[in-house]
Protein backbone atom coordinates (compact mmCIF):
# COMPACT_ATOMS: atom_id res chain seq x y z
CA UNK A 1 0.00 0.00 0.00
CA UNK A 2 2.78 2.41 0.92
CA UNK A 3 4.69 1.58 -2.49
CA UNK A 4 1.60 2.48 -4.05
CA UNK A 5 1.43 6.06 -2.79
CA UNK A 6 5.33 6.92 -2.93
CA UNK A 7 4.42 5.80 -6.59
CA UNK A 8 1.34 7.99 -6.60
CA UNK A 9 3.55 11.04 -5.34
CA UNK A 10 6.19 10.63 -7.99
CA UNK A 11 3.83 10.75 -10.78
CA UNK A 12 2.37 14.31 -8.83
CA UNK A 13 6.06 15.70 -8.78
CA UNK A 14 6.89 14.52 -12.57
CA UNK A 15 3.53 16.39 -13.61
CA UNK A 16 4.07 19.30 -11.36
CA UNK A 17 7.74 19.78 -12.95
CA UNK A 18 6.37 18.95 -16.57
CA UNK A 19 3.86 21.86 -16.43
CA UNK A 20 5.81 24.27 -15.00
CA UNK A 21 8.56 23.58 -17.49
CA UNK A 22 6.08 23.78 -20.55
CA UNK A 23 4.52 26.95 -19.23
CA UNK A 24 8.27 28.26 -18.72
CA UNK A 25 9.11 27.13 -22.05
CA UNK A 26 5.40 28.78 -23.71
CA UNK A 27 6.64 32.02 -21.66
CA UNK A 28 10.29 31.73 -23.44
CA UNK A 29 8.56 31.46 -26.84
CA UNK A 30 5.69 33.99 -26.10
CA UNK A 31 8.50 36.83 -24.44
CA UNK A 32 10.51 36.60 -27.63
CA UNK A 33 7.41 37.15 -29.87
CA UNK A 34 6.32 39.83 -27.89
CA UNK A 35 9.48 41.23 -28.10
CA UNK A 36 9.65 41.75 -31.52
CA UNK A 37 6.29 42.35 -32.41
CA UNK A 38 6.60 45.06 -29.86
CA UNK A 39 9.56 46.30 -31.62
CA UNK A 40 8.12 46.43 -35.27
CA UNK A 41 3.99 46.20 -34.87
CA UNK A 42 3.44 48.48 -31.89
CA UNK A 43 0.32 50.36 -32.54
CA UNK A 44 -0.15 48.54 -36.67
CA UNK A 45 2.73 50.47 -37.85
CA UNK A 46 3.01 48.40 -41.00
CA UNK A 47 -0.35 49.81 -41.93
CA UNK A 48 -1.39 53.21 -43.59
CA UNK A 49 -2.21 56.30 -41.08
CA UNK A 50 -5.71 57.08 -40.78
CA UNK A 51 -4.06 60.67 -41.95
CA UNK A 52 -3.75 59.23 -45.61
CA UNK A 53 -7.32 58.18 -46.02
CA UNK A 54 -8.43 61.26 -44.41
CA UNK A 55 -6.40 63.72 -46.93
CA UNK A 56 -7.71 61.74 -49.76
CA UNK A 57 -11.63 62.20 -48.18
CA UNK A 58 -10.83 66.05 -47.57
CA UNK A 59 -9.59 66.46 -51.65
CA UNK A 60 -12.38 64.42 -52.83
CA UNK A 61 -14.80 66.60 -51.11
CA UNK A 62 -13.55 69.83 -51.98
CA UNK A 63 -13.52 68.52 -55.82
CA UNK A 64 -17.11 68.06 -54.98
CA UNK A 65 -17.71 71.24 -54.03
CA UNK A 66 -16.17 72.90 -57.10
CA UNK A 67 -17.97 70.60 -59.50
CA UNK A 68 -21.13 71.26 -57.83
CA UNK A 69 -20.19 75.36 -57.85
CA UNK A 70 -19.34 75.33 -61.04
CA UNK A 71 -21.74 72.32 -62.13
CA UNK A 72 -24.22 73.62 -65.71
CA UNK A 73 -22.75 77.27 -64.70
CA UNK A 74 -23.46 78.88 -68.64
CA UNK A 75 -26.82 77.64 -68.48
CA UNK A 76 -27.47 79.59 -65.26
CA UNK A 77 -25.40 82.74 -66.48
CA UNK A 78 -28.20 82.92 -69.24
CA UNK A 79 -30.79 82.43 -66.69
CA UNK A 80 -29.71 84.87 -64.12
CA UNK A 81 -28.23 87.65 -66.22
CA UNK A 82 -31.73 88.52 -68.25
CA UNK A 83 -34.23 90.96 -68.42
CA UNK A 84 -37.50 88.81 -69.41
CA UNK A 85 -38.19 88.12 -65.53
CA UNK A 86 -36.96 90.98 -64.02
CA UNK A 87 -37.17 94.36 -66.20
CA UNK A 88 -41.01 93.71 -67.82
CA UNK A 89 -41.94 97.00 -66.39
CA UNK A 90 -41.45 100.52 -67.12
CA UNK A 91 -39.60 102.06 -64.24
CA UNK A 92 -40.11 99.34 -61.51
CA UNK A 93 -37.86 100.42 -58.16
CA UNK A 94 -38.60 96.63 -57.04
CA UNK A 95 -37.40 95.26 -60.34
CA UNK A 96 -34.52 97.57 -60.33
CA UNK A 97 -33.39 96.31 -57.33
CA UNK A 98 -33.09 92.83 -58.13
CA UNK A 99 -31.72 93.48 -60.72
CA UNK A 100 -28.65 95.31 -58.89
CA UNK A 101 -28.76 92.27 -56.08
CA UNK A 102 -28.72 90.13 -59.48
CA UNK A 103 -25.36 92.27 -60.52
CA UNK A 104 -23.77 91.44 -56.52
CA UNK A 105 -24.96 87.35 -56.66
CA UNK A 106 -22.97 87.43 -59.88
CA UNK A 107 -19.64 88.90 -58.73
CA UNK A 108 -19.96 86.94 -55.60
CA UNK A 109 -20.12 83.73 -58.07
CA UNK A 110 -16.43 84.12 -59.07
CA UNK A 111 -15.44 85.10 -55.98
CA UNK A 112 -17.17 81.93 -54.10
CA UNK A 113 -15.91 79.49 -57.33
CA UNK A 114 -12.19 80.99 -56.48
CA UNK A 115 -12.76 80.17 -52.72
CA UNK A 116 -13.24 76.80 -54.28
CA UNK A 117 -10.65 76.36 -56.32
CA UNK A 118 -8.34 77.71 -53.96
CA UNK A 119 -9.82 74.77 -51.33
CA UNK A 120 -9.22 71.92 -53.83
CA UNK A 121 -6.08 73.19 -54.63
CA UNK A 122 -4.83 73.51 -51.18
CA UNK A 123 -6.26 70.03 -50.76
CA UNK A 124 -5.01 68.17 -53.43
CA UNK A 125 -1.72 69.49 -52.40
CA UNK A 126 -2.14 67.72 -48.68
CA UNK A 127 -3.39 64.65 -49.80
CA UNK A 128 -0.23 64.21 -52.53
CA UNK A 129 2.21 65.47 -49.49
CA UNK A 130 0.75 63.30 -47.18
CA UNK A 131 1.22 60.65 -49.85
CA UNK A 132 4.76 61.03 -49.89
CA UNK A 133 5.05 61.26 -46.20
CA UNK A 134 3.08 58.22 -45.65
CA UNK A 135 5.49 55.79 -48.76
CA UNK A 136 8.53 57.37 -46.87
CA UNK A 137 7.33 56.04 -43.45
CA UNK A 138 6.96 52.63 -44.61
CA UNK A 139 10.42 53.19 -46.18
CA UNK A 140 11.36 53.84 -42.55
CA UNK A 141 9.78 51.13 -40.92
CA UNK A 142 11.52 48.31 -43.41
CA UNK A 143 14.80 50.17 -41.92
CA UNK A 144 13.67 48.74 -38.51
CA UNK A 145 13.24 45.29 -39.44
CA UNK A 146 16.87 43.81 -39.23
CA UNK A 147 17.14 45.87 -35.58
CA UNK A 148 14.20 44.21 -34.30
CA UNK A 149 15.66 40.35 -35.27
CA UNK A 150 18.92 40.57 -34.81
CA UNK A 151 19.41 36.98 -34.70
CA UNK A 152 18.90 37.06 -38.76
CA UNK A 153 21.81 35.21 -40.93
CA UNK A 154 24.09 37.29 -42.80
CA UNK A 155 22.85 35.90 -46.45
CA UNK A 156 19.34 37.03 -45.03
CA UNK A 157 20.23 40.58 -43.75
CA UNK A 158 22.45 40.92 -47.45
CA UNK A 159 18.75 40.23 -49.18
CA UNK A 160 17.25 42.37 -46.95
CA UNK A 161 19.49 45.65 -47.95
CA UNK A 162 18.80 44.94 -51.05
CA UNK A 163 15.45 44.83 -50.82
CA UNK A 164 15.32 48.01 -48.83
CA UNK A 165 17.58 49.84 -51.72
CA UNK A 166 15.13 48.89 -54.05
CA UNK A 167 12.23 50.76 -51.97
CA UNK A 168 14.21 53.54 -51.27
CA UNK A 169 14.89 53.76 -55.48
CA UNK A 170 11.09 53.21 -55.90
CA UNK A 171 10.70 56.14 -53.55
CA UNK A 172 12.65 58.63 -55.57
CA UNK A 173 10.79 57.97 -58.77
CA UNK A 174 7.22 57.89 -56.95
CA UNK A 175 8.28 61.41 -55.59
CA UNK A 176 9.03 62.52 -58.85
CA UNK A 177 5.81 61.51 -60.71
CA UNK A 178 3.92 62.76 -57.84
CA UNK A 179 5.62 66.27 -57.84
CA UNK A 180 5.05 66.51 -61.80
CA UNK A 181 1.02 65.64 -61.20
CA UNK A 182 1.12 68.36 -58.34
CA UNK A 183 2.94 70.73 -60.17
CA UNK A 184 0.41 71.07 -62.88
CA UNK A 185 -2.53 70.62 -60.71
CA UNK A 186 -1.71 73.55 -58.61
CA UNK A 187 -0.48 76.02 -61.40
CA UNK A 188 -3.45 75.00 -63.46
CA UNK A 189 -5.77 75.73 -60.39
CA UNK A 190 -4.11 79.11 -59.87
CA UNK A 191 -4.60 80.34 -62.94
CA UNK A 192 -8.50 79.55 -62.93
CA UNK A 193 -8.15 81.26 -59.56
CA UNK A 194 -6.47 84.41 -60.15
CA UNK A 195 -8.69 84.91 -63.09
CA UNK A 196 -11.98 84.61 -61.15
CA UNK A 197 -10.70 86.79 -58.78
CA UNK A 198 -9.28 89.36 -61.38
CA UNK A 199 -13.00 89.41 -62.83
CA UNK A 200 -14.57 89.93 -59.64
CA UNK A 201 -12.65 92.73 -58.38
CA UNK A 202 -13.28 94.43 -61.81
CA UNK A 203 -16.99 93.96 -61.52
CA UNK A 204 -16.82 95.08 -57.44
CA UNK A 205 -14.85 98.20 -59.08
CA UNK A 206 -17.66 98.84 -61.70
CA UNK A 207 -20.56 98.48 -59.01
CA UNK A 208 -18.92 100.87 -56.89
CA UNK A 209 -17.12 103.63 -58.59
CA UNK A 210 -18.87 103.75 -62.21
CA UNK A 211 -22.13 104.83 -61.10
CA UNK A 212 -24.75 102.53 -63.23
CA UNK A 213 -27.94 104.51 -63.96
CA UNK A 214 -30.84 103.53 -62.21
CA UNK A 215 -32.53 102.87 -65.47
CA UNK A 216 -33.80 99.62 -67.41
CA UNK A 217 -32.56 100.34 -70.90
CA UNK A 218 -28.43 100.12 -69.08
CA UNK A 219 -29.25 97.15 -66.92
CA UNK A 220 -30.34 95.17 -70.30
CA UNK A 221 -27.43 96.99 -72.15
CA UNK A 222 -25.14 95.86 -69.02
CA UNK A 223 -26.47 92.45 -68.48
CA UNK A 224 -25.97 91.89 -72.47
CA UNK A 225 -22.30 92.65 -72.00
CA UNK A 226 -22.18 90.92 -68.97
CA UNK A 227 -23.04 87.46 -70.15
CA UNK A 228 -21.00 87.91 -73.48
CA UNK A 229 -17.99 88.57 -71.35
CA UNK A 230 -18.54 86.49 -68.21
CA UNK A 231 -19.12 83.28 -71.23
CA UNK A 232 -15.85 84.10 -72.62
CA UNK A 233 -13.70 84.59 -69.59
CA UNK A 234 -14.95 81.59 -67.95
CA UNK A 235 -14.54 79.52 -70.57
CA UNK A 236 -10.96 80.85 -71.29
CA UNK A 237 -10.06 80.08 -67.85
CA UNK A 238 -11.68 76.06 -67.54
CA UNK A 239 -12.63 75.12 -71.31
CA UNK A 240 -9.82 72.09 -71.71
CA UNK A 241 -7.73 73.31 -68.33
CA UNK A 242 -10.27 72.42 -65.22
CA UNK A 243 -11.00 68.91 -66.68
CA UNK A 244 -7.72 68.40 -67.71
CA UNK A 245 -7.17 68.97 -63.92
CA UNK A 246 -10.03 66.46 -62.49
CA UNK A 247 -8.35 63.71 -65.09
CA UNK A 248 -4.96 64.43 -63.81
CA UNK A 249 -6.38 64.59 -60.07
CA UNK A 250 -8.24 60.91 -60.47
CA UNK A 251 -5.62 59.04 -62.62
CA UNK A 252 -3.02 60.40 -59.54
CA UNK A 253 -5.49 59.50 -56.83
CA UNK A 254 -6.16 56.14 -57.93
CA UNK A 255 -2.24 55.19 -58.72
CA UNK A 256 -1.04 56.69 -55.26
CA UNK A 257 -3.78 54.62 -53.08
CA UNK A 258 -2.97 51.48 -55.07
CA UNK A 259 0.22 52.25 -54.46
CA UNK A 260 -0.46 52.71 -50.88
CA UNK A 261 -2.34 49.41 -50.60
CA UNK A 262 1.10 47.65 -52.45
CA UNK A 263 3.46 49.20 -50.13
CA UNK A 264 1.18 47.83 -46.87
CA UNK A 265 0.88 44.28 -48.36
CA UNK A 266 4.52 44.42 -48.44
CA UNK A 267 5.08 45.72 -45.08
CA UNK A 268 2.60 43.60 -43.28
CA UNK A 269 4.08 39.91 -45.59
CA UNK A 270 7.93 41.15 -43.99
CA UNK A 271 6.74 41.57 -40.74
CA UNK A 272 4.93 38.65 -40.57
CA UNK A 273 7.31 36.56 -42.15
CA UNK A 274 10.05 37.39 -39.52
CA UNK A 275 7.82 36.73 -36.54
CA UNK A 276 8.29 33.03 -36.30
CA UNK A 277 11.01 30.14 -37.52
CA UNK A 278 10.89 29.54 -41.48
CA UNK A 279 11.67 33.09 -42.53
CA UNK A 280 13.95 31.37 -45.03
CA UNK A 281 11.24 30.19 -47.13
CA UNK A 282 8.49 32.62 -46.14
CA UNK A 283 10.38 35.50 -47.17
CA UNK A 284 11.70 33.98 -50.26
CA UNK A 285 10.36 37.82 -52.18
CA UNK A 286 13.49 38.83 -50.34
CA UNK A 287 15.92 36.96 -52.79
CA UNK A 288 14.67 39.03 -56.05
CA UNK A 289 13.92 42.80 -55.18
CA UNK A 290 13.79 44.11 -58.38
CA UNK A 291 10.88 41.41 -59.73
CA UNK A 292 8.94 42.06 -56.25
CA UNK A 293 8.32 45.94 -57.25
CA UNK A 294 8.74 45.30 -60.86
CA UNK A 295 4.58 46.24 -60.93
CA UNK A 296 4.76 48.95 -59.18
CA UNK A 297 7.69 50.22 -61.07
CA UNK A 298 5.34 50.01 -64.29
CA UNK A 299 2.50 51.44 -62.48
CA UNK A 300 4.40 54.72 -61.96
CA UNK A 301 5.52 54.42 -65.80
CA UNK A 302 2.18 54.47 -66.95
CA UNK A 303 1.37 57.25 -65.04
CA UNK A 304 4.04 59.08 -66.00
CA UNK A 305 3.41 58.65 -69.72
CA UNK A 306 -0.32 59.89 -69.39
CA UNK A 307 1.41 62.85 -68.02
CA UNK A 308 3.60 63.17 -71.05
CA UNK A 309 0.29 62.45 -73.19
CA UNK A 310 -1.99 64.68 -71.06
CA UNK A 311 -0.17 67.37 -69.78
CA UNK A 312 3.32 68.16 -71.53
CA UNK A 313 1.53 67.52 -75.07
CA UNK A 314 -0.33 71.70 -73.87
CA UNK A 315 3.25 72.66 -73.49
CA UNK A 316 4.33 71.58 -76.30
CA UNK A 317 1.79 73.68 -78.52
CA UNK A 318 2.10 76.62 -76.89
CA UNK A 319 5.84 76.78 -77.11
CA UNK A 320 5.56 76.16 -80.87
CA UNK A 321 2.81 79.02 -81.03
CA UNK A 322 5.22 81.21 -79.49
CA UNK A 323 7.96 80.22 -81.59
CA UNK A 324 5.69 80.85 -84.99
CA UNK A 325 4.48 83.67 -83.25
CA UNK A 326 8.07 85.44 -83.24
CA UNK A 327 8.31 85.68 -87.03
CA UNK A 328 5.20 88.04 -86.97
CA UNK A 329 5.90 91.96 -87.34
CA UNK A 330 6.17 93.58 -83.83
CA UNK A 331 3.22 95.62 -84.16
CA UNK A 332 1.22 92.28 -84.18
CA UNK A 333 3.04 90.26 -81.88
CA UNK A 334 1.82 90.73 -78.35
CA UNK A 335 3.46 89.78 -75.34
CA UNK A 336 3.48 85.90 -74.36
CA UNK A 337 1.86 87.04 -71.17
CA UNK A 338 -1.15 89.26 -72.10
CA UNK A 339 -1.88 86.54 -74.89
CA UNK A 340 -1.99 84.30 -72.17
CA UNK A 341 -4.44 86.19 -70.07
CA UNK A 342 -8.42 85.66 -70.20
CA UNK A 343 -9.28 89.17 -69.02
CA UNK A 344 -8.02 91.48 -71.93
CA UNK A 345 -6.50 94.60 -71.01
CA UNK A 346 -8.66 97.64 -70.24
CA UNK A 347 -11.43 95.97 -69.82
CA UNK A 348 -14.18 96.59 -69.09
CA UNK A 349 -14.09 100.04 -70.91
CA UNK A 350 -12.39 98.85 -73.69
CA UNK A 351 -14.67 96.63 -75.06
CA UNK A 352 -17.99 98.50 -74.17
CA UNK A 353 -19.72 100.23 -76.85
CA UNK A 354 -20.25 104.22 -76.29
CA UNK A 355 -23.51 103.74 -76.26
CA UNK A 356 -23.51 101.48 -72.96
CA UNK A 357 -20.61 104.05 -71.23
CA UNK A 358 -23.35 106.20 -71.13
CA UNK A 359 -24.91 104.39 -68.56
CA UNK A 360 -21.76 104.68 -66.29
CA UNK A 361 -20.89 107.82 -64.54
CA UNK A 362 -16.81 106.99 -65.23
CA UNK A 363 -14.72 109.90 -63.48
CA UNK A 364 -11.64 110.48 -65.97
CA UNK A 365 -9.63 111.90 -62.90
CA UNK A 366 -9.70 108.76 -60.98
CA UNK A 367 -6.94 106.02 -61.63
CA UNK A 368 -9.33 103.22 -63.19
CA UNK A 369 -9.11 99.32 -61.93
CA UNK A 370 -7.43 98.54 -64.72
Request: neutral net charge; charged residues 25%.
Amino acid sequence: MWLFKVLVFIIAILEIFQTSTSSKIRQYSTGRLLYFAGDLNKDHVENISFLFYKSAYDADISKIKLQSTLRNFLENLQKNLTISSILKIGRSEVNLERSQQKLNDHMEFFRTASHYVEEFSLKTEHFLQVSKNESASFLLKLRRVPTGHRILPPHIKLQFTTYFAEMEFFNVMFFEVINEGMEYIINALQIIRTTFDGYADIQRYVLQYWDLEYDNWCYNQYFEFLQKWSTQIYNCATSSRLEMVYDVYAMTETVIKHVMRQLEFKMQRLFNCFTLDGYIIKCSFLRNAERDFEELFTVLRDLQTYYDIAVNRGRVEIKRKRRSETLLPSSENESDDQKLKCIPYGFPENEMLTSLKMCFNINKSTIKYR
